[in-house]
């Protein structure tokens, strides 16, 4: 087989059968929250989120991420003091705990003796032949007030008390649209880019770095890069354009984003820095030989 089919074959989705699973997954945790009688009265938004939902998933990578959303309670934060006049307390039932408990009570209902409620924010889900893992995450609707409008996500509640605020309609459309800008190429070159992370991890060529981060790492290519005639071409102009455009420290301006564009790429709470960009660039690029 040629480097050309080799990487384009890594390009691919998950296979039918395996996107199969996925669906089936899916479709049986919507089934737990809706035949749980608690939840009969509460307004909820059940949506997969994640690379399962953006279509950037591979194999190898294949869990399935549904978010659970309680609209009943809207949290919100301003960028500056005065830009949303604070409106009134919540004292309902549907705290963290409550949505959390109850959510754990549906889902062992549903895949007895398959529930790992342990984690520290999603309640995990095992898979079994016919389904593949899933993360289920209780979150609450979330509003930020900025100075030029509003822009809406979902809170997660960490068990220890802390709380992590996500994108996830964001992160849907502009991967949508930098794919159709590309003329489809953006998630194939997304995927491509994780086949690879995945197959040096597996062989000890390079350590293992998280599946999102490789997301952003395409999506911070320039739309022109896409735009080589083969795989190998645009596997190349990628590689090239993350090692040399994350050399030294943190730019004041330009600096890459997740593919969200709400959250900077680079910072200290994140799980990933420029140099794992760097060199996961350089490790892939010799990793085929490339001059």
Same mark, same amino acid.
Not at 18 to 37: F, G, L, P, V, Y
């Given at each position: %087989?040629? @480097? ?7 390009? /691919?989705?998950? #296979?039918? $059968?395996? +996107? ?7 479709? %049986?945790?919507?089934?737990?929250? !809706? #035949? ?11 949506? /997969? ?6 279509? $950037? ?49 549906? *889902?062992?209902?549903?895949? #007895? &003796? ?6 520290? $924010? ?18 609450? #609707? ?10 809406? &996500? ?17 992160? *849907?459309? !502009? =991967?949508?649209? +930098?794919?159709? /800008? ?10 491509? @880019? ?5 197959? %040096? ?12 981060? *490789? ?7 320039? !739309? ?13 102009? %990628? ?29 200290? =709470?994140?799980?990933? $820095?420029?140099?794992? &960009? ?5 490790? /892939? ?7």
């Amino acid at each position: %087989m040629s @480097l050309e089919d080799k990487l384009s074959g890594w390009t /691919a989705p998950s #296979s039918d $059968t395996e +996107k199969d699973k996925q669906d089936r997954t899916e479709r %049986m945790i919507r089934e737990a929250i !809706n #035949s749980h009688a608690p939840f009969d009265n509460c307004s909820l938004k059940v949506f /997969a989120k994640g690379s399962y939902a953006n279509n $950037t998933n591979v194999r190898s990578d294949s869990d399935v991420d549904i978010a659970v959303e309680c609209t009943e309670v809207q949290y919100w934060e301003e960028s500056e003091k005065g830009n949303h006049p604070p409106g009134e307390s919540y004292e309902g039932i549907w705290t963290p705990a409550k949505l959390r408990a109850e959510l754990i009570s549906a *889902m062992e209902a549903k895949f #007895s &003796g398959q529930v790992d409620s342990s984690g520290s $924010t999603a309640i995990q889900i095992n898979s079994s032949s016919a389904r593949v893992d899933a993360d289920v995450v209780p979150c609450f #609707s979330f509003r930020y007030y900025m100075n030029n409008g509003t822009r809406d &996500g979902t809170k997660i509640f960490k068990r220890d008390g802390s709380s992590i605020v996500n994108y996830p309609a964001q992160q *849907m459309k !502009n =991967g949508t649209e +930098k794919n159709n /800008a590309t003329n489809y190429a953006y998630k194939k070159g997304a995927r491509l @880019l994780k086949r690879i992370e995945n197959a %040096m991890a597996d062989d000890g060529t390079f350590r293992e770095l998280p599946s999102f981060f *490789m997301e952003c790492l395409a999506y911070n290519c320039p !739309n022109h890069v896409f735009s080589h005639s083969t795989w190998t071409e645009r596997l190349r102009a %990628m590689l090239f354009h993350i090692w040399d455009n994350l050399q030294g420290e943190e730019p004041d301006e330009g600096r890459w984003v997740e593919v969200n564009n709400c959250f900077f790429l680079f910072h200290s =709470g994140q799980k990933w $820095t420029r140099k794992d &960009g760097r060199e996961f660039a350089k490790a /892939a690029w010799n990793y085929f030989g490339f001059e």
